[in-house]
Structure formats: structure tokens, C-alpha cells
């Protein structure tokens, strides 16, 4: 594995990590905003991996795409990808456009850290990589 690859991996296991120590503090808008950036980082990791160039981007979707033409298959729907671009957004004050919802709620959290964690299991693949 590169090395570039491991620091955007330890990045991104530092993010989930710090999500799931938030969550039993009970802040659910910086969960939310950790685990959308544990997902992007390891997606960017896989991107790294193989010498693809990527924009500076936190769009979960285009992020996806660019891995999935790579071969992987992320189990991340389009809807989840929606939700996980909006959470991003959820570390501003309310009228700058958090989730539908508003502030995010326990369940949010929750559903943000269930797809962190499934997320992570595409990184498993870059451990054969050369």
C-alpha cells in the first residue's frame, strides 16, 4: 500500500474513531460531520491508491462514482450519499442549510456511523494492492 494511502486511511479511522467518542457525549452534529469525513478519506485513500487524480471535493457522490470505476462496489445508495452531503454541511448554524430535519438528531448520528463503518470495508481491498 503507498503511503499516501495509510495517511488518508489513518485520517479517516481518526475520524470515525472521534465519532464514536462524540456519540456518547451525546454531539450529534460533529458525529455526523466526522463520519462524512471518515467516508470521504477512505474513499480518497482508494483514489490515492490506484494514482487517480481527484478534485478537492466533499461531495460524497462524486466520490463514490470515481471509486466505483475503479471496480469497487460500495454498498452506499444514492440516498445515503445525499444524506452523508448534507451532514457535511451540518457543522454551520441552521440557516445555512442543515439536514431537512434540522439540527441532527441521535438517529442521524447513528445512521451516519452505521455507514462509516461499512464504508471502511472497502478499504480491506487496498491491503493486496501493489
Known amino acids: 500500500m503507498k503511503r499516501e494511502t495509510e ?7 481518526e475520524d470515525l474513531k472521534a465519532a464514536e467518542s462524540l456519540f456518547e ?10 463520519c462524512q469525513q471518515a467516508v470521504e478519506k477512505a474513499m480518497k485513500a482508494v483514489l490515492a491508491e490506484h494514482g487517480i487524480a481527484f478534485q478537492r471535493t466533499h461531495n460524497i457522490i462524486d466520490l463514490k462514482n470515481a471509486v466505483n470505476s475503479l471496480g469497487y462496489e460500495i454498498d452506499l445508495s444514492g440516498e445515503d450519499a445525499v444524506f452523508l452531503n448534507s451532514v457535511y454541511k451540518s457543522r454551520y448554524p441552521s440557516a445555512l442549510g442543515l439536514l431537512p430535519t434540522g439540527e441532527p438528531t441521535k438517529d442521524d448520528a447513528e445512521k451516519a456511523l452505521s455507514i462509516a463503518k461499512i464504508i471502511f470495508q472497502i478499504t480491506e481491498k487496498l491491503k493486496g494492492h501493489k
Do not use: D, N
Open 7 to 13: 495517511e488518508w486511511l489513518k485520517i479517516a479511522f
Open 25 to 34: 457525549e451525546e454531539l450529534y452534529r460533529m458525529v455526523c460531520y466526522h
